[in-house]
């Protein structure tokens, strides 16, 4: 392994979603990484408990993909994909379309899962244009969602803290309402009893309120994962589907987490049976080696482009100089091999269960108040310090990267997490029992000391 220099000068990279302040003060370093284990800078093994961000499904440093990665590298580094193309782009897409759900056969490639989002908003308003009905022209997206941080993305996206500072994004969309409801469905072993009546408010308060003629998409996450693993209840996707298509409105899956084995199926889709007209995904596309997303498109949407347009003119006027790098599209061949070739999604399906019960020991742990999961993700929900919201949470991660060896992820006080999909049972157990042992020993917080309400 490479030897970190210890005097490392971190003030001038501004970190993402990160409390820079507080990082700086106490760095955490990853050195290297393989399989299902990150190596810091002085050493120590780290268990990844969260896959990276959600999107090493195969494992770190896997040796297919790195070859591949390393080979194409020497080989070619860079063609364009506007007016020109490469042999190992249209492979990708063949690869991605072979596993994708049936008729969801055109794939659209961009850089990472915010641009796939932005990109599948437009070919929907786009879509509706071409088709004469350019009146549809709103989006309609979810509290609480996440969509990414590009302007499309967070204007259908539900996460106040990552709309606030920025206008008022998007004109024309609105939100439907999250399905969290842990009064009714607290400790749900899968997906949740109540609240499939949360879709029909897609029809009758939404579409009455804005007129459905107006509507050109739905977007949402089959699980809603970084505002901290909330469930689709049973017979809500297929209730926005079923809504969808009395009123001709594109539904979207935002399968940017989902994707690639995390419930043990390629697709959320395949999983829920539930088939939209777009899927967004990234991440686990690539296994994370190189940056890559894409948007699954149905062939009959990317016809009514074709068709729209005269001949030799560009059809959509969208793309990035990266769609397609060679890479990128390298790593993304390599993947979906190792994916199939090794039977991940099976592996993760046929670990879910264990998952599962290893998660539920934590109930009656200190401050779990709940625990969410499907196949190999897992929301386990905290009672916060009052008045110091997510300090229960962050205090944990931090315990659990410094003392116990393990990286789980975190969100308000929600501790959310995605592991590998190799992940094995006494790894399973190692990751619970370390949050478990943290928890014990969380110190309750004197009366005193509770903010005022
Ligand atoms: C559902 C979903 N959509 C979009 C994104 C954005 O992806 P990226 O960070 O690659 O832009 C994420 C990232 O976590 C995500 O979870």
Not at 82 to 98: D, I, R, T, W
Not at 204 to 217: F, I, K, N
Not at 260 to 289: E, Q
Not at 339 to 362: C, N, S, V, W
Request: glycine share 10%; proline share 6%.
């Amino acid at each position: 392994m490479k030897e970190i220099p210890d005097n490392i000068d971190t003030s001038h990279f501004w970190m993402p979603f990160t409390a820079n302040r507080q990082y700086k003060s106490r760095p955490r370093l990853l050195a290297a990484a393989s399989g299902m284990y990150y190596t810091t800078d002085d050493g120590r093994q780290i268990l990844d408990g969260t896959s990276g961000l959600w999107c090493v499904n195969a494992g770190h440093c896997h040796p297919k993909i790195t070859a591949a990665i390393q080979q194409q590298a020497a080989v070619m580094d860079y063609a364009p994909t506007f007016q020109m193309g490469h042999p190992l782009v249209f492979e990708a897409a063949s690869k991605l379309a072979s596993i994708a759900p049936e008729g969801l056969n055109r794939v659209f490639f961009c850089n990472d899962g915010s641009e796939s989002v932005d990109t599948a908003l437009k070919i929907a308003l786009a879509y509706h244009r071409m088709c004469g009905d350019g009146l549809r022209t709103r989006l309609i997206g979810r509290e609480r969602g996440y969509h990414g941080v590009g302007f499309g993305g967070i204007a259908v996206g539900g996460i106040a803290g990552n709309r606030k500072h920025f206008g008022p994004t998007l004109a024309g969309a609105d939100h439907l309402r999250h399905p969290l409801d842990i009064a009714k469905n607290a400790f749900s072993r899968g997906l949740p009893e109540h609240g499939a009546e949360l879709a029909d408010e897609l029809e009758q308060r939404l579409l009455a309120l804005h007129d459905p003629a107006t509507v050109a998409a739905v977007i949402v996450e089959p699980i809603q994962g970084s505002t901290g693993v909330i469930l689709p209840p049973k017979g809500y996707l297929q209730k926005l589907r079923a809504i969808c298509d009395k009123y001709g409105i594109l539904l979207i899956f935002d399968e940017v987490i989902t994707g690639f084995g995390r419930l043990g199926a390629a697709f959320a889709a395949d999983h829920f049976g539930v088939v939209p007209d777009m899927i967004t995904c990234a991440k686990g596309l690539t296994n994370a080696a190189v940056p890559m997303g894409a948007v699954l498109v149905r062939q009959d949407i990317q016809d009514a482009f074709l068709d729209a347009a005269p001949e030799n003119a560009i059809e959509f006027f969208h793309g990035y100089t990266y769609t397609g790098h060679p890479l990128a599209a390298a790593a993304a061949i390599a993947a979906i091999d190792v994916y199939t070739e090794e039977g991940l999604f099976d592996r993760a399906a046929a670990m879910a269960p264990y998952f599962e019960e290893a998660a539920h020991q934590l109930k009656g742990v200190p401050y779990v108040k709940d625990i969410r999961n499907l196949g190999l993700v897992c929301g386990i929900e905290l009672e916060g310090v009052p008045g110091k919201p997510g300090t229960r949470a962050f205090d944990v991660f931090l315990k659990c990267f410094w003392e116990k060896g393990v990286l789980i992820r975190t969100t308000g006080d929600i501790i959310a997490l995605s592991p590998p999909l190799i992940i094995d049972q006494l790894q399973v157990d190692q990751l619970f029992a370390a949050i478990a042992d943290v928890l014990k020993t969380q110190k309750a917080i004197p009366a005193a000391e509770h903010a005022p309400a």
